[in-house]
């Protein structure tokens, strides 16, 4: 069936390092994917999104990347700060009407 | 910024009894959700509404589930009678126009807290 999933539940990395927190997916269907930043208390927020006809998207310090090939999605954050330190979520959407299906979360840990 | 608006924060309610959980979706979105996190776990869909009627919804979402938009501003979800495996978090999410061409993200509240004793 489907499901997007996760490699590392945490990732503990130094401030100023970067960062790369990845996804697998398994519905090769799947055409939009997105990556929120959950942050303790709150609300899954929006970071970067991306399409299935693209392969690399750039934000501010945030980049995706997708591999269709083997089902694989990656969010690298640059120069990771300790504001950056929260739960990230890959989703894919499926279906017709922007239902979303998420992935199990990684923490990420900044370190001074 | 606008904002998706979840009222109450924290919701405490004896098994058995009704709640009913409170959004304000951003003012000129079109499509309306409702997920639910339990403590640990990701993120699940519950329901999406659109155009006044429920549009797709999980197997979660059974008959104890309901959603209602009651006028032009409120989007609501009910449990009828509360389970002990209903507590969790409970978001709201709004997107703007479900055109299939233009992928457009969902905005998500802040959560409601559900505790179920």
């Known amino acids: 069936g489907e499901s997007v999933g996760l490699h590392l539940p945490t990732l503990s990395v130094q401030e100023g390092d970067n960062s790369i927190i990845n996804c697998a997916y398994s519905?090769?269907?799947?055409?939009?994917f997105i990556w929120y930043k959950q942050e303790s208390g709150k609300g899954p927020q929006f970071i970067i999104d991306i399409r299935s006809n693209m392969d690399k998207r750039q934000g501010q310090r945030v980049t995706v990347l997708l591999n269709k090939t083997v089902k694989h999605l990656s969010l690298q954050i640059a120069a990771t700060q300790p504001g950056d330190s929260a739960v990230y979520f890959c989703?894919?959407?499926?279906?017709?009407?922007?239902?979303?299906?998420f992935g199990a979360g990684t923490r990420l840990a900044v370190h001074p | 910024e606008p904002e998706v608006t979840q009222t109450p924060s924290h919701q405490v309610t004896q098994m058995g009894q009704e709640v009913i959980l409170r959004c304000v979706p951003i003012?000129?979105?079109?499509?309306f959700y409702w997920y639910r996190q339990i403590l640990g776990q990701k993120v699940e869909f519950l329901v999406s509404f659109y155009n006044n009627e429920i549009s797709e919804k999980s197997e979660i979402f059974d008959d104890q589930f309901s959603v209602e938009r009651p006028d032009g501003s409120n989007f609501t979800l009910k449990i009828r009678s509360t389970k002990l495996e209903d507590s969790a978090m409970y978001f709201c999410?709004?997107?703007?126009?479900?055109?299939?061409?233009?992928?457009?993200?969902?905005?998500f509240g802040q959560g409601t807290r559900l505790t179920v004793v």
């Open positions: 519905n090769s269907a799947s055409d939009y």
């Open positions: 989703a894919e959407k499926a279906g017709g009407y922007n239902k979303l299906i």
């Open positions: 003012s000129n979105h079109l499509y």
């Open positions: 999410a709004s997107s703007a126009h479900p055109d299939r061409i233009v992928n457009t993200e969902a905005f």
